[in-house]
């Protein structure tokens, strides 16, 4: 064995690996964190989400650049991995305070300017993660010859970290310990890694091992050097066309699963972990399968991969909507379609198998439609850093550069499949020229099993295939509408996607349903909306004012249209495709036209950290709190934000699905608080700086703008008073509140485990 640098042996094979393996793990620990955290200061719309992923995959890209040159150049490079592991742990340690002042104090700010900001804080730890990969590859191939084997087992450990870094994040650490404390745990782990291979290595700088290998028989020979003929520089166009194409499947993964399991922070976590985990097992198979094959068989296996994958994502959409549409199997969408909470933490009865069913179906979704095409991209990656190798004895530059294009691809893809061809194609359309980009790459397949493949018969195939796929895949619309058929059969439906996803609405006369991304928001008419709205104009001392954050079906809007005092209404909706949706029936319309109405579409938190403006009154129904990213409209942070622009007197209801924690939360931002039951399981509470007095003859008033067939209705309406704020602190007592960092709500699991010891809430009348 020969000695490093100072002449020490460096760190075994199976510690680095296990290196590797956590180094996976917290980078997504990282990512979930800090991505979670910057939408408290930069908002959770489209194109802040967008900016997010496209600047965290660019540094990684750019990281992996300067890894793969700067492996070539030193020989220190464990010594390097290890420093990398130290300084990313130091800069999670302080990441926290760095982005509260950062973003303390440029919140609110312009899209161009929040990039700029978003890129101060992600720049540092993205470039140091990216130099990762290339960095571990070019210390591996000083010890194992076969290149292709090494990458394939290296992309798998570390992809496989990632995955188990997705549930670890979300289902653990995040739903007991909170934000903070994540990113606290991911920086002690950079940290101990660090402090390992300095202890196992002690300190050494050298990868100078003798060669043996990890897959192949001859253990032991060197790696040549010199040239090897691959795909030369068309690699890179390659790669780019494929880490596009990725990323474009991924989001329209996550897109149909967010209409079939909803939006939880859970559901996210383990499509992503799904995903992750058959990329990671794609490049393991790749890594036994083929670690000593020719180069043109590896060509042909390539672009074979590219052409199964996208006959498996055609047959996959293709069978669904046809199963779904035509047979049985459409009870499995029905059993998970109205099924509010995915996972929902509950043992279901054996009898009745939906509920079993909707148990488990956010990990039977993402394996039906995710995990095959999933292990065909994943064994891709080892297979084109094989290809694109020049020379031999480059093998950290390679990797670096596939990286860097390979997360250029990403970005475009993401980018250009959210904000142009799932808004302008629809996703049905954009499957199909995803699909048809991989069924064209099988021109390429020159050899299969050894044996050459004429032009004339892949043409005959690849065509021919794709014919049948434009021929039978569905329409726009359709998929979507499959997946809404639960709904029934109503006399108009009105369909539209866009960049915020998926609006679903049906019109049955008066009545009008409408659902975001396959969950239920708002419907009409809905006199316990009208209720709530009374109840509060009830409580409000002067209503010039309103700020509405949330048009659901409009029943706030339209309460206070009605009002002849009301001058100014606010209305902040962050999904411009539900508005586009709703326009389209004239009530909606009619609504959105009144000249007092100001549609301003943004996140309802970044509207309020960027206006002065107070308001007399502020009334939020925006989203279910289990939903990804809602506890930044249901935080005490928040609360106290929308506390800063009342006016002295102002009052401010919050519609609540949840009824411990979230008026416990509300309570916690104002000294005077209101607390009412909806049956048959929400409630809201009514909150001020100044007491608050319920007014029969306002509340009067107020009913009488109703139509005359409305009223009895309104006053029916199961509206019940439970106590103020000592009610709430008792119903509450040992339970926690929401914070910026502590997303109770959010991250349900912890609560539902702490909420199973406690007695129901007392009922208290008024």
């Known amino acids: 064995m020969v000695k490093g640098v100072i002449g020490l042996q460096p760190p075994p094979r199976t510690l680095l690996v296990f290196v590797f393996f956590l180094s996976g793990m917290d980078s997504l620990i990282y990512q979930v964190a800090w991505q979670r955290l910057l939408t408290v200061y930069y908002g959770v719309g489209p194109i802040s989400t967008a900016l997010i992923v496209t600047i965290f995959m660019l540094g990684l890209g ?111 650490i995040i739903s007991f310990l909170g934000l903070d404390r994540c990113i606290y745990i991911a920086a002690a782990i950079n940290l101990f890694l660090a402090s390992l291979i300095a202890w196992a290595g002690r300190g050494a700088a050298g990868e100078s091992a003798a060669p043996s290998s990890l897959a192949a028989p001859d253990a032991g020979a060197s790696a040549p050097v010199g040239p090897v003929h691959g795909l030369g520089r068309t690699a890179w166009l390659v790669v780019l066309i494929t880490g596009f194409l990725a990323i474009g499947y991924e989001i329209v993964w996550f897109r149909v699963m967010e209409v079939l399991v909803k939006a939880s922070p859970y559901a996210f976590s383990t499509v992503l972990a799904v995903y992750l985990c058959a990329i990671a097992l794609g490049s393991f198979a790749m890594h036994r399968a083929l670690p000593r094959s020719h180069v043109e068989d590896q060509r042909s296996v390539f672009f074979l991969l590219q052409f199964l994958t996208g006959c498996l994502v055609a047959l996959s959409f293709v069978g669904y909507y046809v199963l779904t549409v035509h047979t049985r199997f459409g009870a499995l969408t029905r059993a998970s379609f109205w099924r509010s909470l995915h996972p929902s933490f509950e043992l279901p009865s054996l009898e009745h198998p939906s509920l079993v069913f909707s148990s488990v179906d956010i990990l039977i ?43 250029l691809g990403n970005a475009l893809g993401g980018l250009a499949t959210g904000f142009i061809l799932l808004p302008v194609l629809k996703t049905e359309r954009t499957i199909l020229v995803f699909l048809s980009v991989n069924l064209l790459m099988g021109l390429f397949v020159t050899t299969v099993a050894g044996r050459r493949l004429p032009i004339a018969a892949r043409s005959v195939v690849v065509l021919g295939l794709l014919g049948l796929a434009v021929a039978i895949f569905p329409r726009p619309g359709q998929l979507y509408a499959a997946m809404h058929s639960p709904v029934g059969h109503h006399e108009r439906t009105f369909q539209e996607e866009g960049i ?70 606010t209305l902040v909706e962050l999904n411009d495709t539900l508005m586009r949706n709703l326009r389209r029936i004239p009530l909606f319309h009619n609504m959105l036209s009144d000249p007092r109405l100001d549609l301003i579409i943004d996140d309802g938190r970044r509207y309020l950290l960027r206006t ?73 509470t009514i909150v001020s700086t100044a007491p608050l007095k319920r007014d029969e003859g306002r509340w009067s008033r107020v009913l009488a703008t109703f139509p005359p067939e409305m009223q009895p209705r309104i006053r029916r309406e199961a509206i019940t008073y439970l106590g103020d704020s000592a009610y709430v ?9 929401n914070e910026d960092r502590r997303p109770v709500c959010e991250y349900y699991l912890g609560l539902k485990t702490r909420q199973a010891g406690l007695a129901p809430p007392p009922q208290v009348e008024e």
């Open 612 to 684: 002065d403006e107070k308001f007399d009154l502020v009334l939020i129904d925006p989203l279910w709190s289990t939903t990804a990213y809602s506890n930044n409209l249901y935080s005490r942070e928040f609360f106290t934000l929308v506390r800063q622009h009342l006016k002295p007197e102002g009052v401010f209801l919050v519609w609540t699905d949840e009824m411990r924690v979230l008026p416990k939360t509300v309570g916690s931002a104002f000294p005077h608080l209101r607390f009412y039951s909806w049956p048959p399981r929400f409630g809201f």
């Open 62 to 172: 750019v990281g992996a650049l300067c890894g793969g040159a700067l492996a070539e150049r030193v020989r220190a490079r464990i010594r390097v991995y290890m420093a990398i592991e130290l300084m990313l742990g130091f800069f999670g340690w302080f990441s926290l305070p760095y982005l509260e002042f950062l973003g303390g104090s440029t919140a609110g700010s312009s899209y161009q300017a929040t990039a700029v900001w978003m890129a101060l804080f992600l720049i540092i730890p993205t470039l140091l993660m990216g130099m990762t990969l290339p960095l571990i590859v070019k210390i591996f191939s000083g010890r194992f010859e076969d290149f292709l084997g090494t990458v394939a087992f290296l992309y798998f450990i570390n992809t496989l970290g990632a995955a188990v870094g997705a549930l670890v994040a979300s289902y653990g």
């Open 729 to 737: 602190e008792s119903i509450s007592r040992g339970l926690p509140i």
């Open 500 to 569: 915020e996803g998926i609006v679903y609405t049906t019109q049955d006369g008066e009545h009008i349903g409408n659902y975001i991304n396959g969950l239920v928001h708002g419907g009409r008419p809905n006199p316990g909306f009208y209720a709530e709205a009374v109840e509060a104009l009830s409580c409000t001392q002067e209503t010039r004012n309103i700020l509405i954050i949330g048009f659901g079906t409009g029943s706030f809007v339209e309460v206070m249209e009605q009002q002849p005092e009301v001058r100014k209404i």
């Open 365 to 407: 979704w993402p394996l039906f439609f995710v995990f095959v095409p999933a292990l065909l991209i994943g064994a891709s990656f080892p297979l084109i850093s094989s290809l694109a190798r020049s020379k031999a004895d480059q093998e950290g530059r390679t990797v670096g550069t596939v990286y860097f294009f390979n997360t």
